[in-house]
């Protein structure tokens, strides 16, 4: 039997290529039935149908208040997938929105609890729409970490949020690359500051408000209004944190869990990097697996791993060429890695 830390994804990851992902791939009907049923109550599309409508379309399924449902959705039903006579998972983790995922899949949230938070949260973000978020990498196309690169970067995001009309943070560090959030003048400041990279970066993320930062405070009040710290129980599994702190079953405070999730966890940096440093280095686990929906998450994870100097990885080379041999990584996004640590869901 092998040893996985399991990681959620975020924001960003229900694209084009996911369209029917839950029909694929969601084995609980009525527990769908169910989420389907909340959302009709609240106004919303029901999952089912955005999942199963005819195409995609971008303005719809990357809504805040679609995609965050989407994503919890397609992360529980992989999650249930996983073969457990094969493989033990003895951690869980997450990016962001997948944060709210690993409370559910950790234990810490009942499944429906955990749509509660996801979904309520993801409206709340789509209805304030505060501010946005861009993405700039600070290693190479080979994913060799540039250390000095990056604090030269960060020296930039503090000296434009100094400026009194702009407003600019980092908002994900995400193995190699840097998520900001800022208002739209903090944002373009950045945009006029740095050099275009690889054709596409710095890269604006549609439909995303200045997640992680302070701009979210308002939403950090209502989601605290909305959902009540009865809702979160005792996790089954360690769940490691958007800070790299663990939550140890048994060991933990719940109170205080939901006042990270619905306070720091909003409201500041969440160190993705750091999380899986962390999944790493007190864990050892032979696999870390991402759950669907989507493979983006991938990439962020190996470079975590590399900038960790995780076995010996120090580039896209190393990492390429243990997963030929002994892979370390399993995305279940994609098909033909899916059925390495399922039992064919």
Not at 190 to 212: C, D, T
Not at 256 to 263: E, N, P, R
Not at 282 to 296: H, Y
Not at 325 to 343: A, Y
């Amino acid at each position: 039997m092998k040893t996985a830390v399991v990681i959620c994804p975020g924001r960003g990851t229900y694209n084009k290529s996911e369209l029917g992902y839950l029909q694929r791939h969601f084995g609980d009907r009525a527990l769908l039935e169910t989420f389907d049923t909340r959302r009709t109550a609240l106004g919303q599309e029901t999952l089912s149908a955005l999942d199963g409508a005819a195409r995609y379309a971008l303005a719809t399924h990357t809504r805040g208040d679609n995609a965050s449902a989407l994503i919890y959705a397609a992360t529980l039903g992989d999650f249930r997938a996983i073969d457990r006579e094969r493989i033990e998972v003895v951690a869980v983790t997450g990016n962001s929105l997948g944060w709210y995922s690993a409370l559910a899949v950790g234990g810490a949230l009942s499944a429906e609890a955990g749509f509660e938070v996801a979904n309520t949260m993801g409206t709340l973000m789509q209805e304030a729409l505060i501010g946005g978020q861009l993405i700039y990498p600070f290693v190479d196309e080979e994913w060799v970490p540039d250390v000095a690169r990056k604090a030269q970067l960060l020296a930039q995001v503090a000296e434009i949020d100094r400026h009194a009309d702009q407003v600019l943070a980092l908002s994900i560090d995400l193995g190699g690359m840097l998520v900001l959030a800022g208002n739209e003048a903090g944002l373009a400041a950045f945009e006029q500051a740095v050099p275009p990279l690889q054709g596409r970066f710095p890269m604006r993320l549609a439909n995303h408000a200045g997640f992680h930062c302070a701009l979210q405070r308002p939403v950090a009040e209502c989601g605290r209004a909305r959902l009540a710290p009865e809702l979160f129980g005792l996790p089954r599994l360690p769940m490691i944190d958007g800070r790299g702190a663990i939550w140890w079953p048994g060991a933990t405070d719940t109170q205080a869990l939901w006042d990270y999730t619905l306070g720091h966890q909003v409201v500041a940096t969440y160190d993705f990097s750091q999380a899986v440093r962390i999944a790493a280095r007190e864990f050892a686990p032979d696999l870390f697996i991402v759950t669907g929906p989507g493979s983006t998450l991938g990439g962020a994870v190996a470079q975590a791993l590399i900038l960790a100097d995780w076995r010996g990885m120090h580039g896209k080379s190393d990492f390429q060429k243990r997963q030929q041999t002994d892979p370390v990584l399993v995305s279940m996004g994609m098909e033909e890695q899916r059925k390495i640590v399922t039992t064919g869901v």
